[in-house]
Every structure is written in structure tokens, then in C-alpha cells.
């Protein structure tokens, strides 16, 4: 399982990493794919605690910036804010067994202004994307 847990990581993360450059653009529906296989993989707990601290940094210095920026961009794409708050709520309170991981998640969120991101997702999930204002709602309670 945790092979598997490690080719989605691994897969999702090459999808993310390819669409870097256009972090400010309408995203593509593959993007999406990728950021909501990684929160899956994230939050499946079949992956172990060291896989994702293999990657800290790799989160740190490019997931977490990508997915708050994926936030910014709600009014246009909200299936894409949705997958990213998701994304970013099992950075914050998935790892368990690494209380170092998670701070340093939340670090880097508070870096990102990801609060404020995400408190604009979720005005406007609330005007009209109910998945979009239930992960933003939550991810909110995973900063906090």
C-alpha cells in the first residue's frame, strides 16, 4: 500500500510541478486531478509518515504556495479551490506522528497568507459551490 501511496504522490506531484509556471492562470483539469490524487494520497492512511517527511520540503516550498494561490483563484475555478483546500487541510493535520511536519505546514500556510485565501473561498462557496465552502470551512479549522 505504501507503494502505491508513493506512485500517486509521485504522479501527483509531476502534474503539479509541470504546471508551476502557470500557477496564476486558469487551471487545467488535469492539475485538479493531480492536486485531488495527492490530498487523497495525503489523507489515505496507508501513507506512511515518511513519505511525506521525504517530501517536506518539496511541500513546503512548492505545494503549499501552489494550493493557496490554486485558493486565490475561487470566483473563476471552484472545483479547483475545492481540491486545493482539501489538499492543504490534510498538509495541515495529516502527519500524525510528526507534530514537526504539520507546524511546519502551517508555517509556511501563515507565510502564504492562507487564511485569507481561504476566507475568500469560502464567501464564495457560500455563493453558490457547497463543496468549495465545506473544504474551506474545514481547512480553516485545520489552521487554526
Do not use: W, Y
Request: glycine share 4%.
Amino acid at each position: 500500500k505504501d507503494a502505491i501511496s508513493s506512485l500517486l504522490i509521485d504522479d501527483a506531484l509531476e502534474g503539479i510541478s509541470e504546471d508551476q509556471e502557470n500557477v496564476g492562470a486558469p487551471m487545467p483539469e488535469l492539475r485538479r486531478h493531480a492536486v485531488t490524487a495527492l490530498s487523497n494520497s495525503i489523507a489515505n492512511a496507508a501513507t506512511s509518515s515518511a513519505l511525506l517527511n521525504d517530501q517536506s520540503s518539496f511541500f513546503a516550498d512548492d505545494v503549499v504556495p501552489a494550493v493557496v494561490s490554486d485558493l486565490r483563484q475561487a470566483q473563476s475555478d471552484p472545483l479547483m479551490a475545492a481540491a486545493s483546500a482539501r489538499c492543504l487541510k490534510g498538509l495541515v493535520s495529516g502527519n500524525r506522528q510528526s507534530p514537526a511536519f504539520r507546524d511546519d505546514m502551517k508555517r509556511v500556510a501563515a507565510e502564504c497568507d492562507a487564511a485569507e485565501a481561504l476566507e475568500k473561498a469560502l464567501e464564495a462557496g457560500q455563493r453558490g459551490s457547497s463543496d468549495l465552502e465545506r473544504e474551506s470551512r474545514r481547512c480553516l479549522e485545520a489552521l487554526s
